[in-house]
């Protein structure tokens, strides 16, 4: 991971992040953030409609031993909030407003898959759903998240 106050620094990060190539320019002045490089999320597909990424269980877990809840949430909203930063395209970006999961199944090793499609891409708003599997393809959460678009300064 990369200081987050040299610009430009971040093209090994998001590499190994999978990010597509055609992406660096637009992350390469901030990186993907150390929350991210953290959880271990990797991207496997990334577009304003659909994003899909993973993460382990392993070192995002809680006292009993199973993915914590609000490493679900990371997930979620990491893949929502770079979709609709995605759909804002340039000169504009994407704010987080509203975020909400619900938890349907447990999960103690292994990889989580999150896939997020979106609900409403539009001027000032985009909403994102994003399911988490794990590896049988079992609906583990459910996550929603609202951003508001804006204009940069």
């Given at each position: 991971m990369s ?12 590499a190994?992040?999978g ?14 953030g150390?929350?991210v ?19 382990p269980?392993?070192g ?24 609709a930063?995605m ?31 979106a ?15 794990d590896?049988?393809?079992r609906r583990?959460?459910?996550a ?6 804006r204009?940069?300064?």
């Amino acid at each position: 991971m990369s200081d987050n106050f040299t610009p430009g620094t971040y093209a090994e990060e998001l590499a190994a992040a999978g990010i597509p190539e055609h992406l660096h320019d637009w992350l390469g002045r901030f990186g993907i953030g150390a929350l991210v490089v953290k959880m271990g999320i990797r991207f496997l597909e990334m577009g304003p409609e659909r994003s899909v990424a993973t993460m382990p269980v392993e070192g995002n877990t809680q006292v009993a031993g199973i993915l914590h809840g609000g490493a679900h949430v990371v997930l979620a909203e990491t893949l929502g909030s770079f979709s609709a930063g995605m759909h804002a395209g340039p000169g504009r970006h994407a704010v987080g407003i509203e975020v909400n999961a619900t938890h349907h199944r447990s999960i103690a090793g292994g990889l989580v898959t999150g896939t997020c499609t979106a609900v409403h891409l539009g001027k000032t708003l985009a909403t994102h759903e994003i399911v988490m599997t794990d590896a049988q393809g079992r609906r583990l959460s459910t996550a929603r998240i609202t951003n508001m678009i804006r204009d940069d300064r």
